[in-house]
């Protein structure tokens, strides 16, 4: 099983330049076909349209080759470090194996061996209110440190909260993407995708290069909760693509955790309903995931034992029953402006709280 | 015979004078004017025939010649009207021309004869005084600006026969009286004071850390949050304008023609508040006839650009080269002027096109996209961003029941504390050439705005926490300095760094 480079080309060409599904292609593979698709004798044809159908097959055999463009993207490949796995490899993770439509090559960038954790996909809303995203980057930060590999998708709002998280926790992260692995998108997430193909693993089902394309999202959350244990969800609004990836984790036989969203807030309505189904998925804090997936709680360590002035308490102890505004904690510690303000600062920089929008603070 | 008068133009502030020669000969009807006049002064023929003839003087049928000298620059306004039916006058005998020499004239004319007020009269008295000119004829409604030029002896007549009878010796008239320049309490022409804002404790804050410092505020909120009430207290809370900068005003005001005749000086700080849909030239100056624009009426004032983000982008880059110089060149085909803009910016601005992003209150739920949102913070260029060293977020929020029966503090008392903090920077940088702490340089901070152990380690924390640009630093510094100025102290300390860090700029740029 060391060479299986002429397989790894010939779904390459598939992917690329025959413009193949991945779907198609797993067909081909496992009727041993996808070697010979290319240039196919009139005999093959036969058996490539009893495996994939007359329409793909009239594609395949349409298809140019262009030896030239394929060494290219190959060498490519190499030069920036993507590792390809094959539906069917010893390295091939077991747990998309089992899925009903595992993708028939991964390619990866970073570390491999992530894969086998024991893992928890966080997915949720592109928009999210600033408590989904709190509790999205609170949950995987907690549950980071008890050594859980946080699956997500490079999105924006919750998706990038939980890979913050669990890199800033010293945690392991993989990222799947809807795009090649060296496509960033979206293009804010560069650094955040430069972190975790660092530190972490980016995974994805698609040749190197491909573009964003609307479908691919859809498709690839079968591979997030594929390969996640559990698939954790902070707040979705209605026709989310997390409920997608909820779906897929039912029929997968998943864990499934969602956190309650206020009734109030139409970017939790998705969530809450599913919520509403599935009353048993309820979680309100880290431990309870903790006790469901029986993990081993990191050991508790206090941010630090600092010593907080009268005030500083006063402070913390008034946000932790939710955020608050300048003019009350100017009431309540009966400060000047100037000293509350210089308070503040200081507190954030220890980490205690942090400033939210329109004059509100919130503790961490 | 030729009678020869002079009168005074402007070019920008500086005033040049101008000979006006009238030659009337016996022959065919007419009356021409030469020396590139443009069409305002190609009418005055017939505002000054009807005025002479109304004025009970003789208009009979001659062939007049006005020539205006220097005969290469073009003439412009009404100003000349008065000096050309002079020069008539005397040219025809009906007035004496023993003593029109002595006199600068100035003035448009009625068609009754009197006088009618002109744009521009300080900045030419000042100029013409400058350049040894002493004693001067306007109208009557401009007396009241004139009477600010000491030196100058100004006769401010009401109308055509007046001022005949005058120039014959039959009118004694007083010059105007010299006044002394008070400046007028602050705001009360505005309305405003912080006492009648409630709450907004953080954002009435940034406002007196901004005006002392002469630090460019943008306050960022939801509309109807209180940006447009704030920033109208920020003339309030500014120091007095010293004679020198109410004269410096007075004259972009006067040119501009927005000058109340009643009170004929500009006694408190300008507020100009131009409307988002303003045009490039009516921002900065210019057009065909180089005006100055809203960043020099504003000049020792502010200009406030309510919800900055709805202006044309390219009028807003062109504020940044006022903002780094406090001059405005304002140039057009033949010349070039030079407009001063000295002026404090402050902007405010929704976070976001619906308003709502943020916003705590659950019912208000920000629809912007992402990318709409980004879009819309970034019609402010960093370049422009780099110029604004206060950022402050305003809510509408209250909290009444919390404060109890506070009272809020005045504008005056904001104003004393801001007073000082501004004496302390003129004395600190009296021999630097810049007036307050905004305006410093590298080597301004490196000198004044030096850190004790505990500040630098405040602020290298901060660096590396909040992801801070090198620039943002230095605002951080600069508004530290402030910090510590409004409270008396020598050096910056630790408070007075971490007070800073919460009000510098958010991220907005990614």
């Known amino acids: 099983m060391n060479d299986n480079g002429a397989l790894k080309r010939a779904v390459l060409w598939l992917q690329t330049q025959a413009a193949v599904g991945n779907g198609s292609i797993l067909k081909l593979m496992k009727a041993g076909l996808a070697e010979r698709a290319q240039g196919a004798a009139p005999g093959v044809q036969k058996e490539l349209e009893r495996v994939v159908g007359e329409r793909t097959t009239e594609r395949i055999v349409s298809a140019s080759v262009d030896e030239a463009e394929l060494k290219k993207l190959e060498k490519d490949i190499e030069r ?37 954790n024991r893992t928890l996909a966080v997915v949720g809303s592109r928009t999210p209110t600033k408590h989904g995203e709190r509790a999205a980057y609170m949950f995987s930060e907690v549950l980071a440190k008890c050594s859980l590999t946080i699956v997500s998708g490079l999105a924006r709002g919750i998706d990038a909260a939980a890979h913050r998280a669990a890199l800033e926790a010293g945690g392991k992260t993989i990222a799947v993407l809807g795009t090649g692995v060296d496509v960033v998108y979206p293009t804010e997430n560069r650094a955040l995708y430069s972190a975790i193909s660092e530190k972490g693993l980016v995974v994805s089902e698609y ?18 909760s594929g390969l996640a244990e559990a698939v954790l969800i902070p707040e979705a609004r209605e026709k989310s693509g997390a409920l997608i990836t909820a779906d897929y984790a039912i029929k997968q036989g998943k864990e499934l955790f969602i956190i309650p969203s206020s009734v109030y807030t139409e970017l939790g309505r998705g969530s809450n309903r599913l919520l509403k189904e599935l009353q048993g998925a309820m979680v309100l804090s880290p431990d309870d995931v903790i006790e469901a997936m029986g993990l081993y709680r990191a050991p508790y360590t206090e941010t630090s034992v600092m010593e907080l002035d009268v005030d500083e308490e006063k402070i913390t102890d008034r946000l932790k029953r939710g955020d608050a505004h300048f003019e009350e904690l100017l009431a309540l510690t009966r400060l000047k402006v100037s000293e509350l303000n210089a308070l503040l600062t200081g507190m954030e920089l220890k980490g205690l709280i942090h400033k939210a929008e329109n004059n509100y603070y919130g503790v961490n | 015979m030729i009678a020869t008068v002079k009168s005074y133009a402007l070019d920008g502030l500086k005033g040049y004078p101008v000979d006006i020669e009238v030659d009337t000969q016996k022959g065919i009807a007419s009356f021409d004017i030469v020396g590139l006049p443009s069409g305002a002064v190609r009418e005055s023929r017939n505002r000054v025939r009807s005025a002479v003839r109304n004025s009970f003087f003789d208009f009979t049928a001659r062939r007049t010649t006005v020539n205006m000298a220097p005969a290469d620059v073009k003439k412009e306004g009404s100003a000349f009207d008065f000096p050309i039916a002079i020069g008539f006058l005397v040219s025809t005998e009906q007035v004496s021309g023993d003593k029109t020499g002595e006199f600068v004239m100035l003035g448009e004319l009625s068609l009754d004869g009197s006088l009618r007020r002109i744009n521009g009269v300080l900045p030419i008295l000042i100029s013409a005084l400058q350049a040894g000119y002493k004693k001067f004829i306007i109208p009557a409604e401009n007396a009241a600006e004139a009477a600010y030029v000491h030196g100058a002896e100004v006769y401010a007549v009401k109308n055509l026969s007046d001022a005949a009878a005058f120039l014959g010796g039959m009118l004694s008239v007083d010059p105007v009286e010299h006044k002394i320049y008070s400046a007028s309490a602050a705001g009360n022409r505005y309305g405003a004071d912080l006492r009648y804002v409630k709450g907004q404790a953080v954002a009435k804050r940034a406002l007196e850390i901004a005006v002392a410092g002469g630090h460019n505020l943008i306050m960022c909120g939801a509309a109807g949050a209180g940006k447009t009430m704030l920033a109208k207290c920020i003339p309030t809370i500014m120091p007095d304008m010293t004679f020198e900068e109410a004269i410096e005003t007075t004259k972009i005001h006067s040119v501009a023609g927005i000058l109340d005749p009643a009170e004929g000086m500009i006694k408190t700080r300008p507020f100009r508040t131009p409307h988002h849909t303003a045009s490039l030239f009516s921002l900065i100056g210019g057009g065909s006839k180089s005006t100055a624009g809203e960043v020099s009426l504003a000049h020792n004032g502010v200009l406030f650009l309510d919800e900055m983000p709805e202006y044309n982008k390219r009028t807003l880059e062109t504020l940044r080269q006022p903002l780094e110089d406090g001059v405005v060149t304002v140039t057009r085909v033949a010349r070039s002027v030079e407009y001063p803009a000295r002026f404090m910016l402050v902007a405010s601005m929704n976070p976001c096109p619906c308003g709502n992003y943020g916003s705590s209150d659950p019912n208000k739920h920000c629809s912007c996209t992402y990318n709409e949102r980004k879009r819309y913070i970034g019609r402010i260029s960093g370049p422009l961003l780099d110029r604004i060293d206060l950022f402050v977020s305003v809510d509408g929020v209250e909290y009444d029941e919390l404060r109890g029966a506070g009272e809020e503090e005045s504008s005056a008392d904001v104003r004393k504390r801001v007073t000082r903090a501004r004496a302390v920077q003129r004395t600190r940088f009296a021999s ?79």
Do not use: W
């Not at chain 1, 040749?207 to 997030?224: D, L, Q, S, V």
């Open chain 1, 80 to 116: 920036k470090d993507i590792k390809r796995i094959l539906f069917g490899d010893e390295e091939y993770p077991e747990s998309l194996r089992i899925i009903d439509d595992p993708p028939p090559v991964l390619y990866t960038l970073g570390d491999k061996s992530l894969m086998k």
């Open chain 1, 207 to 224: 040749a190197p290069g491909t573009k964003a394309m609307p479908y691919h999202f859809p498709e690839r959350n079968r591979i997030i």
């Open chain 2, 432 to 510: 630097d050439g810049i007036h307050t702490n905004a305006e410093m340089n590298n080597a301004h901070m490196e000198k004044y705005c030096r850190l004790d152990p505990g500040s630098e380690r405040l602020l290298r924390a901060a660096y590396s926490k909040f992801g801070l640009s090198a620039r943002g630093v230095s605002r951080i510094l600069k508004v530290a300095r402030t910090i510590a100025d409004l409270s008396g102290r020598e050096n910056i300390a630790a408070a007075d760094i971490a007070e800073a860090i919460q009000y510098k700029a958010k991220e907005f740029s990614e």
